[in-house]
Nanobody, 120 residues
Framework: QVRLVESGGGLVQPGGSLRLSCAASGSIFSIGPMAWYRQAPGKERKLVATITTRGIATYVDSGKGRFTVSRDNAKNTVYLQMNSLKPEDTAVYLC??????????????WGQGTQVTVSS
């Protein structure tokens, strides 16, 4: 079994910054692409950013220029640095990872999320 645990969320004023972390643990053979999603109350879960094993990152429009995704493969951890935060960034942020538990078995895993609230 694989577990993803997010941390780093909290309450921040508009214009502030937060750094989210998501650590994977358990029966891990290797980890492929990792991603951050967010879900605001009453809204659909939306992709924020993705990063490949080699560190190639992609962003959706809402985070471009403000968010930076990175990963530490040795620590099985993905990060999301969020700057210039806006009230509309308020959401639960969840990480997702494609994990091989052995050479033949792969599946997507989700963390439980960390709350980010941007408010004055």
């Amino acid at each position: 079994q694989v577990r993803l645990v997010e941390s780093g969320g909290g309450l921040v004023q508009p214009g502030g910054s937060l750094r989210l972390s998501c650590a994977a643990s358990g029966s891990i053979f290797s980890i492929g692409p990792m991603a951050w999603y967010r879900q605001a109350p009453g809204k659909e879960r939306k992709l924020v950013a993705t990063i490949t094993t080699r560190g190639i990152a992609t962003y959706v429009d809402s985070g471009k220029g403000r968010f930076t995704v990175s990963r530490d493969n040795a620590k099985n951890t993905v990060y999301l640095q969020m700057n210039s935060l806006k009230p509309e960034d308020t959401a639960v942020y969840l990480c997702n990872a494609k994990v091989w538990s052995d050479f033949n078995n792969v599946r997507d895993y989700w963390g439980q999320g960390t709350q980010v609230t941007v408010s004055s």
